[in-house]
């Protein structure tokens, strides 16, 4: 029922949890260990799994990418045991402090994150053997932040890239601010994208790139389109994607292709649906 595997990428401890009632998990989440900091802790109804995988004793630096339940789920049992402080943007340290509701598959799936009193991440994190930078990177979260190693050619990318051709938006994504994230993102020099959900150990900068190139031609496709003359659902049936409807059940509207197409809609200024 619970899956977990432990990766080791160098210096980097992966940490893939996840809850798997046919073998294979539904979705992975990883949490990874480097040096003395821990960046995001997991699911809460994975704590038990989590807490043996991990060596907290040598943990003096907790990072959230954000605030989501799947990433921020065990922080506040983290903190309160071992008294370690945990650092993310301050939208996200507001979500924190005053808790948040989860949809019914978030619960299933994941659980909800108990209340943490979290504290705004510092522009650069310096441990004895590692320095990492939070670069803000909005358009999945408001909270969104990556952590990148320079010297190592490392990004901890949170949920910026999860995969190239993303069909499902959550309802409150923004295609704009993904797009200028990534712009950001690929900019600097890495190569080992420790994603949360699908790390590479190679490549890491291509596919920050074509995710980008995929982003930004959905965008133009959906102007174009719009431009035509084209309504929104017009638009969501000439691009129809598969397993739309059954996302849509399963996350009870939350996420689906229809809130990708509205987010590039919404860009425009004179845009009313
Ligand atoms: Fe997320």
């Given at each position: 029922?619970?899956?977990?595997?432990?990766?080791?990428?160098?210096?980097?401890?992966?940490?893939?949890?996840?809850?798997?009632?046919?073998?294979?998990?539904?979705?992975?989440?990883?949490?990874?260990?480097?040096?003395?900091?821990?960046?995001?802790?997991?699911?809460?109804?994975?704590?038990?799994?989590?807490?043996?995988?991990?060596?907290?004793?040598?943990?003096?630096?907790?990072?959230?990418?954000?605030?989501?339940?799947?990433?921020?789920?065990?922080?506040?049992?983290?903190?309160?045991?071992?008294?370690?402080?945990?650092?993310?943007?301050?939208?996200?340290?507001?979500?924190?402090?005053?808790?948040?509701?989860?949809?019914?598959?978030?619960?299933?799936?994941?659980?909800?994150?108990?209340?943490?009193?979290?504290?705004?991440?510092?522009?650069?994190?310096?441990?004895?053997?590692?320095?990492?930078?939070?670069?803000?990177?909005?358009?999945?979260?408001?909270?969104?932040?990556?952590?990148?190693?320079?010297?190592?050619?490392?990004?901890?990318?949170?949920?910026?890239?999860?995969?190239?051709?993303?069909?499902?938006?959550?309802?409150?994504?923004?295609?704009?601010?993904?797009?200028?994230?990534?712009?950001?993102?690929?900019?600097?020099?890495?190569?080992?994208?420790?994603?949360?959900?699908?790390?590479?150990?190679?490549?890491?900068?291509?596919?920050?790139?074509?995710?980008?190139?995929?982003?930004?031609?959905?965008?133009?496709?959906?102007?174009?389109?719009?431009?035509?003359?084209?309504?929104?659902?017009?638009?969501?049936?000439?691009?129809?994607?598969?397993?739309?409807?059954?996302?849509?059940?399963?996350?009870?509207?939350?996420?689906?292709?229809?809130?990708?197409?509205?987010?590039?809609?919404?860009?425009?200024?004179d845009y009313q649906q």
């Amino acid at each position: 029922m619970i899956f977990a595997r432990q990766h080791t990428y160098g210096p980097v401890k992966g940490f893939e949890v996840g809850i798997a009632p046919m073998g294979k998990p539904i979705k992975s989440v990883y949490l990874y260990h480097i040096d003395s900091i821990l960046i995001d802790t997991g699911p809460h109804h994975l704590r038990k799994k989590v807490s043996s995988m991990i060596d907290y004793d040598n943990i003096t630096t907790i990072l959230l990418t954000h605030h989501h339940e799947d990433h921020s789920g065990n922080a506040g049992l983290l903190k309160d045991q071992y008294s370690v402080p945990v650092y993310l943007h301050p939208y996200g340290v507001s979500k924190l402090s005053n808790g948040f509701n989860i949809l019914p598959y978030q619960h299933i799936l994941f659980g909800k994150a108990p209340r943490v009193q979290a504290e705004t991440c510092p522009e650069i994190i310096e441990t004895e053997n590692i320095i990492l930078k939070a670069v803000h990177t909005p358009g999945h979260s408001k909270d969104h932040t990556v952590y990148y190693a320079e010297k190592e050619g490392w990004l901890f990318s949170g949920d910026l890239y999860v995969g190239e051709k993303i069909q499902f938006f959550r309802i409150d994504e923004r295609i704009d601010q993904q797009i200028d994230s990534l712009k950001k993102i690929a900019e600097l020099d890495f190569d080992m994208l420790f994603c949360s959900h699908r790390p590479s150990m190679k490549d890491g900068h291509t596919l920050i790139q074509r995710k980008l190139d995929y982003l930004v031609s959905f965008n133009q496709q959906v102007l174009e389109l719009h431009k035509k003359g084209m309504k929104e659902k017009e638009i969501i049936k000439q691009l129809r994607v598969k397993n739309d409807l059954s996302v849509k059940l399963f996350t009870m509207g939350n996420a689906c292709f229809s809130h990708m197409v509205r987010s590039s809609l919404n860009t425009l200024q004179d845009y009313q649906q």
